[in-house]
């Protein structure tokens, strides 16, 4: 047997409604199933409302009951196939004609009385269980309506309707041993006196319900369906980054619903924490959620904190006086008092000197509070020995609940430590005698910003903070932007990542702000920033003595390449896609690997080769492991990739395919470094020094595809020379295709021999099916007689940023 219960936010319309038929159906086809629902969404309210406007001799009670009998025909039509209506809507109809009976009465009479209400307040319930049980009945389900009033017997104690167990479980359990149906459909929240009068359970009274039935049919779960996806460590309203409580004990679940947590009402699931049957609170609009199990023993999990929770409205009474010093009987007296009043007590501390106590109270009974108890000491008030009682309004508790708190040493410390953070006055602080919470009394208008920050030192991970300095804004700066703002609340949430642009400069300007530069406003910032010089720029980044600082290069300026060593000295580390450093003199390349190696930086340049392939990383690691590296063959060039795989010889001449890959972003801004085969050799020397060769550019033998006299002039005598040479392109491509074969630009390293140009593969080859702006490696090496083979974009500015991006990861 298994209980399930859905609030009025789950069977809120038609739409919601189906849902929850869908929840119980896939349950009854798992084991014998009670079904308690509460009234459809506010559908209480609204009953309450017309209840005390009939009261008041108002007849607009009639035109509320109009509106919410045509909420429920809604529903029924919209629900119910056609040829279902005349088993519920006649019940309906019956249903609102007894309401509008007693409604009259009251209008006429002009009294509501406690056990009236009790009366108009059924009606919900007893009429969005009805509409379920017409609806499973539709299905085909094999399911009871039962009347819950018939079930639940309650007796009067001091005005509170008080139920009566013992013959309570009696009928549950004839219920559940008498029928041999699947589904039993029970109105939750309502019940009957002894003389059959209708009662109902008060707040929480749908749970209240479910609890009990559970109780006496002795199931073995309780599941209460809402609208949220569990029990969370925070209010997901205050908290964005709230999570899900998978597994929480009792006493945990009771104390944070103690302190604010909604979602469990602690009298109403209090019967079934007794008998140890386990909770489980789901989202009816997120089945896939596991939600959370509420258990005796839940598993261990490392943060011994489950959540936070929070109280509003509160007041803060006190009293003092120098008589209450070794006297005994105050406190006593003073909670008697607040008892028979019907204040509730919700925190209490008291100064280690005795002459002070302090109560934390709901501040709408603060006047009460404070008439009952100065009246009850006013002889001692009258002779000095105690303060009139003292009422402070505006206050808010913040609680900090998990298991065995006394035992984790550090926490309390911790929790006030990041209120102070914030500059969080704490009124007053308590620990439960569960020893399962810590509590902390703050203004109301400083509990938003309370739970956040003890949220985000208890549940939150810890962020690490990335500092940038960029040079360089043209289209690879402007995509890495674009990647860090988009990804921005991703790393937060995934990794506790922060990116900061703290640095930025171009050619002409250069900008700074210690606290991050607002990215939506950066163009127009940088616009108007300082001159840039790139000395002065490394020397402000530097003073700015961030941790984690980023020098990130965007460029192909040699210039800028030639600072790295300064940048490293400054203790800032480097991400770069400038491939000039790494393919300048070896002295150089090794100089640089050494500062960094010596100054414990990371020098990272994964996009010199493959743009965001994890060419050179693989490589590193290969070799850290010990593997010796044999041969690299490789397609390095996305640019010239592109325009051997788009030029035909009767086709769209070579230099508008040119004009297109420039216009893609494909090319260098001068595409004559392309096609001289600059970048692939700039490329392969990297390769060549990465496996361990020793090598400079003129040990590299290159073959050229285009006549050199092309590149002699400026960049418009170029495309005018290259146009005149489509007779050399065509040549060259047609007798690739008369042989079957493709021309490809590639690179070959061994430790006999380098070299670069283009050259004709067959489809044996496994670089013959790429495309486009794919670049391709093949590695072999001792560990690897069949090459690892790495292909993908090699070429764009996105792709290129990507690398960055991930390089700048790994900073940390």
Request: charged share 25%; net charge neutral; glycine share 6%.
């Amino acid at each position: 047997m298994q209980v399930l219960k859905f609030g009025g936010s789950s069977i809120a319309d038609a739409k919601k409604i189906n849902k929850v038929v869908a929840i119980v159906k896939e349950a009854v086809s798992k084991d014998k199933t009670i079904l308690v629902c509460s009234a459809i969404s506010k559908c209480t309210d609204k009953l309450i409302a017309i209840g005390n406007i009939a009261a008041e001799g108002n007849q607009q009670y009639e035109e509320l009951i109009a509106l919410l009998e045509k909420q429920h025909e809604a529903i029924i039509d919209e629900i119910i196939p056609a040829e279902h209506h005349n088993m519920i809507k006649p019940v309906a109809q019956l249903l609102f004609n007894e309401l509008r009976d007693v409604s009259k009465g009251v209008f006429l009479l002009k009294e509501l009385s406690a056990h009236t209400l009790d009366h108009i307040m059924s009606f919900g319930e007893l009429l969005s269980t009805n509409i379920l049980k017409i609806k499973f009945w539709s299905l085909g389900v094999n399911c009871k309506w039962v009347d819950s009033r018939e079930i639940i017997k309650t007796n009067n104690h001091q005005s509170i309707n008080v139920v009566d167990t013992e013959k309570t479980y009696n009928n549950i359990k004839g219920l559940a041993h008498s029928n041999n149906y699947k589904l039993l459909i029970l109105p939750g929240f309502i019940a009957s006196d002894s003389i059959g009068r209708t009662t109902t359970l008060g707040r929480g009274g749908s749970d209240y319900s479910a609890a009990l039935f559970a109780v006496g049919a002795q199931a073995r779960i309780l599941e209460i369906w809402t609208d949220v996806n569990g029990m969370m460590t925070c209010d997901p309203r205050v908290v964005p980054q709230t999570k899900t409580i998978r597994n929480i004990s009792y006493k945990e679940a009771l104390e944070l619903s103690h302190f604010g947590a909604k979602v469990v009402y602690p009298p109403t699931i209090q019967p079934v924490v007794n008998k140890g049957i386990p909770i489980l609170v789901k989202n009816t609009f997120n089945v896939d959620e596991p939600g959370t199990l509420i258990e005796n023993n839940p598993p261990e999990s490392h943060n011994k904190i489950k959540g936070i929770s929070s109280s509003d409205s509160l007041a803060l009474i006190s009293m003092e006086g120098s008589g209450m010093v070794g006297i005994p009987g105050y406190s006593a007296k003073l909670f008697d008092v607040l008892a028979r009043n019907n204040i509730n007590i919700i925190l209490i501390t008291q100064a280690s000197s005795v002459n002070t106590m302090l109560v934390a109270i709901e501040q709408k009974d603060a006047e009460k509070a404070k008439k009952a108890v100065d009246e009850l000491f006013a002889y001692e008030i009258s002779l000095n020995k105690v303060e009139p009682l003292k009422v402070e309004k505006g206050f808010s508790i913040i609680s900090l609940v998990g298991d065995d708190m006394k035992n984790q040493s550090g926490t309390s410390g911790r929790m006030f430590d990041a209120l102070g953070k914030e500059g969080i006055n704490i009124r007053a602080i308590a620990q439960g005698s569960s020893e399962k919470n810590v509590s902390a009394v703050v203004h109301t208008k400083d509990v938003e910003f309370a739970l956040k920050a003890v949220h985000k030192e208890f549940f939150d991970l810890p962020v690490k903070k990335i500092n940038l300095y960029m040079a360089g804004y043209g289209n690879v700066g402007k995509e890495l932007v674009h990647i860090i703002n988009k990804q921005a609340e991703n790393l937060l949430r995934r990794l506790g990542i922060e990116i900061k642009l703290t640095g930025i400069c171009n050619s002409k300007k250069m900008l700074f702000n210690k606290d991050g530069i607002n990215i939506h406003t950066l163009t127009e910032e940088l616009n108007n920033g300082a001159a840039c010089n790139m000395e002065e720029f490394i020397l402000t980044a530097a003073a700015m003595g961030l941790k984690n600082s980023v020098f990130v290069d965007c460029t192909s300026d040699r210039n800028i390449s030639y600072t790295y060593p300064e940048i490293l000295s400054k203790k800032i580390n480097i991400v770069t896609c400038n491939k000039i450093a790494n393919s300048e003199s070896y002295e150089y390349y090794s100089l640089l690997k050494e500062i960094a190696r010596k100054e414990n930086l990371s020098y990272y340049y994964e996009t010199n080769v493959g743009a965001a392939l994890p060419i050179i990383s693989t490589i590193q690691s290969m070799r850290n492991a010990g593997d010796k590296i044999q041969k690299i063959e490789a397609i390095l060039s996305g640019t010239l990739n592109y325009l051997f795989s788009n030029y035909k010889a009767d086709d769209t001449p070579f230099y508008k395919i040119l004009l297109k890959a420039k216009e893609l972003g494909y090319t260098e801004p001068d595409p004559r470094i392309d096609l001289k085969g600059v970048d692939v050799l700039r490329k392969t020397i990297i390769l060549a020094r990465e496996i361990g060769l020793k090598i400079d550019e003129k040990q590299i033998m290159q073959k050229e595809f285009v006549p050199k006299s092309v590149f002699e002039g400026g960049i418009n005598d170029f495309y005018k020379k290259l146009e005149k040479h489509e007779a050399h392109f065509k040549a060259l491509f047609n007798n690739v295709e008369k042989a079957e074969k493709k021309l490809v630009y590639m690179a070959k390293i061994t430790d006999e021999e380098i070299s670069i140009g283009h050259q004709e593969i067959d489809k044996s080859h496994p670089f013959y099916a790429l495309s486009g702006t794919d670049n391709a490696v093949s590695i072999w090496s001792d560990n690897y007689a069949n090459p690892i083979i790495i292909q993908g974009a090699g070429a764009g500015a996105h792709i290129t940023a990507t690398g960055l991006f991930n390089d700048v990861l790994r900073v940390l």
